[in-house]
């Protein structure tokens, strides 16, 4: 099984490349078994997406 550590590297490599169909399978079944992994992508998600609007110059948009 992938450790916290491997999953989190894709994640963020996720955001770079596209992950092949045993990596997002295998990050899938990490997720369904580790909290602290799922927080951390919703977290990067978030992060990306602020820092997305803060380059747009659409920081203080809701939409």
Avoid: P
Avoid at 31 to 56: D, P, Q, V, W
């Amino acid at each position: 099984m992938m450790n916290c550590r491997h999953a989190t590297r894709l994640m963020s490599e996720a955001h770079e490349r596209e992950l092949t169909l045993r990596e997002r399978l295998a990050l899938k079944f990490h997720r369904m078994m580790c909290i602290g992994c799922t927080n951390y992508g919703k977290h990067l998600g978030f992060l990306r997406k602020t820092a997305r609007r803060l380059s747009e110059g659409r920081a203080g948009d809701e939409s």
